[in-house]
């Protein structure tokens, strides 16, 4: 087997892994409110919208590759931001790959838990100040959270070329 072939497989088993860890996780969220909460967090990263939380002005690379919104979320979303739109959402795929980390999903993972989650990006495809746009937006994304999760949220910018 040649390195590249090794390279995907091992992708495809992280991922899978990490997709089990993420329905895992959903499973022991205490309530479904708490739920919707985590499931906006990367539709957060996927528009960018004056009406909604991470709102930044200008050139901001959108989107999280192969991201579906569940219906229970989309239900909160529409109850709590009036007016707001999904048919746009989809479009972009500047994240590569957002995954859960840390306790999340394991057995050592409990309400008071802090959540991480790595945003895997290509660096190079975007401009310094599209970058530091992003970079506002993920900090927005994260306070917000934190404070309605009313636990530290924290979003990883990682680099594909570095990690």
């Not at 957060?44 to 050139?59: A, H, S």
């Not at 739109?85 to 479009?91: I, M, P």
């Amino acid at each position: 087997m040649d390195l590249l072939q090794t390279i995907i497989e091992n992708k495809e088993k992280f991922i899978a892994f990490n997709n089990e860890k993420f329905k895992r996780f959903q499973q022991l969220i205490p309530n479904p409110a708490m739920r919707r909460i985590v499931n906006t967090i990367p539709f957060l990263l996927c528009i960018n919208n004056k009406k909604m939380p991470g709102y930044v002005e200008g050139d901001v690379p959108l989107g999280i590759k192969n991201f579906k919104l569940d219906e229970d979320t989309k239900r909160y979303l529409h109850g709590r931001y009036p007016g707001i739109t999904f048919h746009d959402f989809e479009r972009g795929d500047f994240i590569k790959m957002f995954a859960v980390m840390g306790s999340v999903g394991t057995v050592a993972y409990n309400k008071k838990s802090d959540l991480d989650y790595w945003a895997c990006i290509h660096r190079n495809t975007i401009s310094k100040e599209a970058f530091e746009n992003f970079k506002k937006k993920v900090s927005l994304v994260q306070e917000w959270a934190s404070k309605e999760l009313e636990v530290p949220v924290h979003i990883f910018i990682n680099d594909i070329e570095s990690v």
